[in-house]
């Protein structure tokens, strides 16, 4: 063996330009979007932002392209070890982050302390009815865990045909919800700024939403690289990966199902 020859089995990554890339595309995004909240020449200072935001979806593109590559040679069995507990921590993560969102919702609705709440909901606002919209995205979700789950099993057994549609089906199911979710929005009697119960409603449902997107792109990724002959039985990571991912995203929502809309709209 060389002196050189590497004696471990991890993967060690090549110098890359994007994390500086990212940092600078990101602080560009960030000062633009400012410069846009507070400035009177907003269009010229949203073109910075938007500039940022570019290169934000370039360095997403071709890093996580280059991840791609680097996973067919570097990601053994040592390496796929590791990622999944990455991706175990980074849910873990996020479940925290909605621990946030459930605990203001909680906190105001026991312990009211807002200037004229006496009630929960605050009187005077029109809640959504939960057996209307929001019972049709819970069974949306469901089904589409379901059509997910049926992917995965087509990857493990080796069949494409089974783990492409499950993919497409569950990509169409994620971008129905979003719409579904859109309309709601847009036909709520109550805005983000109309009280508290207004703003914990938004910052939960509306960060959700968020996570339905990032899911659905995810798995869209996936849904490519299924056609193109990109994940094996025994080296599917990226799959496995959005799938753990997409079923949180469900898990979340059955809370907010019942904590939100159901026991929160009475």
Not at 130 to 138: C, K
Not at 155 to 171: F, I, N, R
Request: net charge negative; with cysteine.
């Amino acid at each position: 063996m060389s002196d050189h020859a590497q004696k471990h089995p991890f993967h060690l990554v090549d110098p890359s330009p994007w994390p500086l890339v990212a940092a600078l595309s990101a602080g560009l995004f960030t000062g633009g979007m400012v410069m846009f909240m507070h400035s009177d020449r907003a269009p010229t200072d949203f073109w910075l932002a938007a500039l940022g935001l570019a290169g934000i979806l370039f360095v997403m593109f071709r890093w996580w392209s280059n991840v791609i590559s680097e996973s067919s040679v570097y990601h053994n069995k040592v390496v796929q070890i590791g990622l999944r507990y990455g991706m175990s921590l980074f849910i873990a993560s996020e479940v925290m982050f909605f621990v946030a969102f459930f605990w203001a919702f909680f906190h105001n609705a026991f312990i009211i302390f807002s200037p004229g709440v006496t009630e929960w909901p605050p009187a005077g606002v029109e809640v959504l009815d939960p057996w209307d919209l929001p019972f049709l995205n819970t069974l949306i979700l469901l089904l589409s865990g379901c059509t997910l789950t049926w992917a995965h099993h087509g990857c493990l057994e080796g069949k494409k045909k089974d783990m492409v549609q499950g993919l497409a089906l569950t990509v169409g199911l994620g971008v129905i919800f979003l719409g579904l979710q859109a309309y709601e929005y847009s036909h709520a009697a109550f805005g983000f700024a109309d009280g508290i119960y207004s703003s914990t409603f938004y910052m939960a449902t509306g960060f959700h939403g968020f996570h339905v997107f990032v899911g659905t792109v995810f798995l869209a990724v996936c849904l490519v690289r299924a056609i193109k002959d990109g994940f094996k039985p025994d080296h599917h990571f990226g799959l496995e990966a959005a799938a753990w991912y997409w079923h949180f995203v469900d898990v979340v929502w059955l809370f907010l199902f019942f904590a939100v809309y159901i026991w929160g709209g009475e």
